[in-house]
């Protein structure tokens, strides 16, 4: 664990980081099946996992014999996926009480997920904390993804400090070592999708690591605007 700089604002992914919604990722396929009255055997449902939301419903087009096509089936399962953050997707332990109190310090803090716009702000939106995000940015909109790191100085440019000043905060190893790489503090959460082995990485590379976001010390943040 390094030393923090004077940090002055904070990056937040959301799926897994600020949300405890990473299983709706894995039991998507499930759910959407059972409502088709199709009770999957746990194989498919972790070779699904792996595939991209075009081969996973692709194969599942397939295995069934559904008359839809892909494209209907993604639909039908994005709505799926809908239902969850407008109604279900909760924060996860003392995420809550982060935004709240960076917020109360006037520390700016933006959005930066690979979710999609509709459903995530739903849940933030219900939530109570979607307008307390000075930015919300978006992989698909930026035609990029987290194994570079487009959004996270996207992002930093709209908040008005360097990467060095601003923390981000994930909890997939992949994105830890992307902003790390591009110069941010990082910060790496636990969550319960996480093997043993990406953990115990993530602990290693990430300049922090919580394992409940209340254990942060939010004394951290406080340097001055470049």
Not at 48 to 61: A, N, R
Not at 100 to 115: N, Q, S
Not at 205 to 215: G, R, S
Request: with cysteine.
């Amino acid at each position: 664990m390094n030393a923090a700089p004077s940090l002055s604002a904070a990056i937040f992914d959301i799926d897994g980081t600020l949300l405890d919604s990473m299983t709706i990722w894995h039991d998507v396929s499930t759910l959407y099946l059972r409502r088709r009255g199709i009770e999957p055997p746990p194989s498919l449902v972790d070779k699904i996992f792996t595939m991209t939301l075009y081969e996973g419903c692709e194969y599942i087009k397939s295995l069934y014999n559904f008359t839809e096509t892909v494209d209907e089936l993604i639909e039908a399962v994005l709505s799926v996926m809908r239902d969850f953050y407008r109604y279900d997707a909760q924060f996860k332990s003392g995420a809550h009480e982060l935004l709240r109190a960076l917020h109360e310090r006037g520390i700016p803090f933006a959005l930066a997920t690979a979710g999609e716009r509709e459903t995530h702000e739903s849940a933030l939106s219900r939530l109570g904390v979607l307008d307390m995000f000075a930015h919300r940015l978006y992989c698909s909109e930026l035609s990029t993804s987290k194994r570079e790191p487009t959004i996270y100085l996207c992002a930093a440019d709209k908040l008005g400090y360097e990467p060095q000043n601003i923390a981000v905060f994930e909890d997939a190893l992949y994105a830890v070592r992307t902003a790390k790489s591009a110069g941010f503090y990082t910060v790496g959460v636990a969550d319960a999708s996480q093997t043993d082995d990406e953990r115990n990485a993530i602990i290693r590379e990430a300049d922090e690591f919580v394992y409940d976001l209340c254990d942060l010390d939010i004394n951290i943040f406080g340097g001055q605007r470049k």
